[in-house]
């Protein structure tokens, strides 16, 4: 049997895997990508409500995390959110700026798809799909794949871009974890991030009337905490601000909520402490008036502002800034934009990828153990991770 032989061999056909090939390929080096699935970059076609958000322009290690939280600076700050927007105004892909710095595509995500997808032919990367890898064998230099419908191809180099478990129902599966243990490597504990947040039946009693209706909150676990909108669904929580704090959570955690964090309530009560207004009129000033009716429903409150005592603020205040939830758990990788956990970066070289115990093998994008924030964060790390691969293969 002939055995096909290249300088690398890319596994995982996404954003990472595509970024990483057109790099390496620009360099003159022969490049092997295949992917289980027979569409290219299912998740960069998803994303953004197909319109794909990017990149996110503050993009910096903090907006990161990792059990080694600075592993990611030296990819982020070689490959920046400008160097991929150069890219694209190169291509002529037009973008624009929605809220706290996240870019999407003008058009469509498939923009970013063609792209990556050209400049990978024009660079003579040799695409596979789909291909199923039975086996790999490290050998003296290099190492040996043996496939279910292309056979043997080998390589000096091997990267693996295969994701993680997040949106299963396009295709993501743990390969890449499977892997690196079958090269000795450590997996930092993986879970569902940038996910809604379930509850149990007691506190949906409280919700469920709600589903639907949001509001700006600030969310808080431990000492984080994000400025954005919270969702109220017929399972639980979501929203921006949900699916931030929801990367920082663990079983047991308690929530908290400040549904109102740009104005304190007790100060807003006592300045209209006169009034007649019931509480529950008053409080549909700053909320819908079926969020402002459950929360007096919570309060077991309804009377004339003027009726009310100091206790019965300080009731008010708590509920209102100090609202504390505590999940059930998460909705899970199905409903998960990424995954938290993945490969140890203390087993990689954060210059180059590649692995510190096997000559040769990288890792890049979301199989690692670098999550980033929602807004294109995500994407920033596949892209900057990549192309530090891409450049030391």
């Keep these: 049997m002939t055995v096909e032989k290249y300088d690398s061999i890319i596994i995982g056909a996404g954003a990472a895997g595509l970024m990483c ?3 390496a390929s620009v360099r003159g080096k022969k490049i092997l990508l295949i992917d289980h699935s027979n569409k ?7 994303s953004g409500g197909g319109r794909c958000n990017f990149t996110n322009i503050f993009s910096e290690p903090k ?3 990792s059990a080694n939280p600075n592993f990611c600076i030296s990819a982020l700050t070689n490959y920046t959110p400008h160097h991929f927007t150069g890219l694209l105004d190169k291509h002529h892909i037009t973008y624009h700026e929605k809220t706290l710095g996240q870019l999407f595509c003008d058009n469509s995500a498939e923009d970013i798809i063609k792209l990556l997808d050209h400049l990978c032919n024009i660079n003579n990367v040799i695409r596979k799909m789909p291909v199923k890898v039975l086996n790999i064998n490290k050998m003296p230099r290099g190492f040996e794949l043996t496939t279910n419908n292309i056979g043997i191809v080998q390589a000096e180099t091997l990267v693996i871009a295969t994701g993680g478990l997040s949106i299963p129902q396009i295709g993501a599966t743990g390969f890449g974890y499977n892997i690196a243990r079958d090269f000795g490597l450590n997996i930092i504990k993986t879970e569902p991030a940038l996910v809604p947040l379930a509850l149990d039946p007691i506190q949906l009693e409280y919700f469920s009337p709600l589903s639907g209706s949001s509001f700006y909150s600030q ?10 909108n919270t969702l ?6 979501s929203g921006p601000a949900i699916l931030q704090i929801s990367s920082y959570y663990n079983p047991g955690a308690n ?17 209209n402490r006169k009034s007649n207004k019931l509480l529950s009129n008053f409080l549909a000033l700053f909320f819908s008036e079926r969020i402002a009716n459950s929360l007096c429903k919570i309060l077991k409150l309804d009377k004339q502002l003027s009726q009310l ?3 019965e603020i300080l009731h008010i205040n708590e509920l209102i800034h100090n609202f504390i939830v505590t999940p059930s758990g998460t909705l899970g990788y199905k409903k998960a934009e990424v995954t938290r956990g993945g490969v140890d970066t203390h087993e990689l070289s954060s210059k180059t990828l590649e ?10 994008g979301e199989v690692v153990d670098v999550t980033g924030w929602l807004g294109g964060y995500n994407f920033q790390w596949a892209w900057a991770s990549a192309h530090a691969a891409g450049n030391n293969l």
């Design 40 to 46: 290219l970059a299912e998740k960069i076609r998803i």
């Design 355 to 364: 692995s510190r115990k096997i000559d040769g093998l990288f890792f890049i």
């Design 309 to 311: 005592s100091n206790k």
């Design 255 to 271: 929530l908290q909520i400040d549904m109102l964090p740009a104005m304190n309530i007790t100060q807003q009560v006592n300045e």
């Design 21 to 23: 090939a057109y790099t």
């Design 232 to 237: 109220i669904t017929h399972r639980g929580l």
């Design 63 to 65: 907006s990161y995390i």
């Design 219 to 228: 969310t808080k676990i431990d000492k984080m905490s994000f400025l954005e």
